[in-house]
């Protein structure tokens, strides 16, 4: 099958790649720059020299037609849409995460429409952002799903920079189940919405750890010694997914499962916390124990009034069985550590 994936040079696109060469599919990843396509060339040098991998520039998705060349290589079925902004450090979220999240979503949509007929299906990297409510974080009654939707709005997004980063998820994929049903495409579309992933980072990814992805970071900062004197607090979303069920999920749901479609997929395999994550490092890398808080240390543990969530019909749709936060911790560890933390 031919695969359009956006974003190739992201944490998650790198396994969707990987498992999408493995499994002998024909890939066209987009990426910003010259300097972020080497790297991706190198690590897949015979699909590269086939023509199997094929790397196309798109320097800025904010750009309403940013995708309508890319979309135009005869013979596509399937587009990832995974490229958004995930990160922290914006001076103005309008510019720098909610365009780029929003009209990137809306330009590729309206591209294969206008120019791709031969696509089918299209998956669109959402989040649990796009399903959390910020006002029910500590309410036990409530109970997040496949059919939350965060009431965040485009009014909320100078409150705070993790609503910033919500609500540019929350309305790129309300953008994208609005065009669905006001545009009526040959495709339909599937979002996968997974919470905090953790897990290897793809070994060609690696320019020393300051350009760690944002999820990953408290993992650095766990084994580099920052935790020493207090573990700081889980957050106010406690639930995770290891990266290879991320690119396992877009992978079914892209070209496996046509029963997924019209459907958002909420993927993760439960609730985790800092304390815990403590433990299994402590456990499994005796010899980080002088970076590591000492047992004495507090902090971290699950508050007791928290949301529960509920994603059985995810489970059922994908068939999945979730790698457990020990080895993805294990294994995310492992590989920082060979990154050079
Ligand atoms: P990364 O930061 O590693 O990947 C983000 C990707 O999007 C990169 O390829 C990046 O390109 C690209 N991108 C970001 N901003 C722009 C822009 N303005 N123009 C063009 N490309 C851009 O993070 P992840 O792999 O974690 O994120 C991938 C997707 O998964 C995102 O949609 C994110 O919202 C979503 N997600 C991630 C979660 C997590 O915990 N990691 C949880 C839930 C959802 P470049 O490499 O050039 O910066």
Same mark, same amino acid.
């Given at each position: 099958?031919?695969?359009?994936?956006?974003?190739?040079?992201?944490?998650?696109?790198?396994?969707?790649?990987?498992?999408?060469?493995?499994?002998?599919?024909?890939?066209?990843?987009?990426?910003?720059?010259?300097?972020?396509?080497?790297?991706?060339?190198?690590?897949?040098?015979?699909?590269?020299?086939?023509?199997?991998?094929?790397? /196309?520039?798109?320097?800025?998705?904010?750009?309403?037609?940013?995708?309508?060349?890319?979309?135009? %290589?005869?013979?596509?079925?399937?587009?990832?849409?995974?490229?958004?902004?995930?990160?922290? *450090?914006?001076?103005?979220?309008?510019? /720098?995460? %909610?365009?780029?999240?929003?009209?990137?979503?809306?330009?590729?949509?309206?591209?294969?429409?206008?120019?791709?007929?031969?696509?089918?299906?299209?998956?669109?990297?959402?989040?649990?952002?796009?399903?959390?409510?910020?006002?029910?974080?500590?309410?036990?009654?409530?109970?997040?799903?496949?059919?939350?939707?965060?009431?965040?709005?485009?009014?909320?997004?100078?409150?705070?920079?993790?609503?910033?980063?919500?609500?540019?998820?929350?309305?790129?994929?309300?953008?994208?189940?609005?065009?669905?049903?006001?545009?009526?495409?040959?495709?339909? $579309?599937?979002?996968?919405?997974?919470?905090?992933?953790?897990?290897?980072?793809?070994?060609?990814?690696?320019?020393?750890?300051?350009?760690?992805?944002?999820?990953?970071?408290?993992?650095?900062?766990?084994?580099?010694?920052?935790?020493?004197?207090?573990?700081?607090?889980?957050?106010?979303?406690?639930?995770?997914?290891?990266?290879?069920?991320?690119?396992?999920?877009?992978?079914?749901?892209?070209?496996? $499962?046509?029963?997924?479609?019209?459907?958002?997929?909420?993927?993760?395999?439960?609730?985790?916390?800092?304390?815990?994550?403590?433990? %299994?490092?402590?456990?499994?890398?005796? /010899?980080? *124990?002088?970076?590591?808080?000492?047992?004495?240390?507090?902090?971290?543990?699950?508050?007791? *009034?928290?949301?529960?969530?509920?994603?059985?019909?995810?489970?059922?749709?994908?068939? %999945?069985?979730?790698?457990?936060? /020990?080895?993805?911790?294990?294994?995310?560890?492992?590989?920082?550590?060979?990154?050079?933390?």
């Amino acid at each position: 099958t031919k695969v359009l994936l956006t974003g190739g040079s992201g944490f998650i696109a790198a396994h969707i790649l990987e498992q999408l060469i493995a499994k002998g599919h024909s890939v066209i990843t987009t990426v910003r720059s010259e300097d972020k396509a080497a790297p991706i060339r190198a690590a897949y040098p015979d699909q590269t020299s086939s023509g199997d991998l094929r790397i /196309e520039i798109v320097p800025d998705i904010a750009q309403p037609d940013a995708f309508d060349e890319v979309v135009k %290589i005869p013979g596509i079925e399937v587009v990832l849409h995974t490229a958004s902004p995930f990160h922290f *450090k914006f001076k103005d979220p309008q510019k /720098e995460l %909610i365009d780029p999240a929003v009209i990137g979503t809306t330009s590729i949509l309206k591209a294969i429409t206008l120019h791709a007929p031969t696509v089918r299906r299209v998956v669109i990297t959402s989040s649990f952002a796009a399903i959390i409510d910020e006002s029910k974080l500590t309410d036990p009654s409530t109970v997040f799903s496949e059919t939350s939707w965060n009431p965040v709005t485009q009014a909320d997004i100078h409150s705070s920079p993790a609503t910033a980063y919500r609500a540019s998820k929350k309305l790129a994929e309300r953008a994208a189940w609005d065009f669905i049903s006001s545009e009526k495409p040959n495709f339909d $579309l599937v979002t996968i919405n997974p919470p905090m992933v953790f897990g290897p980072v793809a070994h060609h990814l690696s320019n020393g750890l300051q350009g760690i992805n944002t999820s990953n970071e408290r993992l650095v900062s766990l084994i580099q010694g920052g935790w020493r004197d207090g573990v700081p607090s889980t957050g106010q979303a406690f639930l995770w997914v290891d990266v290879r069920d991320v690119a396992t999920a877009h992978v079914r749901a892209g070209l496996e $499962l046509p029963g997924a479609g019209g459907k958002r997929l909420f993927t993760t395999a439960g609730e985790f916390s800092n304390a815990w994550m403590v433990d %299994i490092v402590r456990r499994n890398f005796p /010899e980080l *124990k002088e970076k590591l808080p000492g047992p004495e240390v507090k902090g971290g543990e699950l508050p007791d *009034k928290r949301p529960r969530f509920d994603n059985k019909k995810t489970v059922e749709v994908l068939g %999945i069985e979730w790698i457990p936060f /020990e080895t993805s911790v294990v294994d995310t560890v492992r590989s920082l550590l060979a990154h050079g933390a």
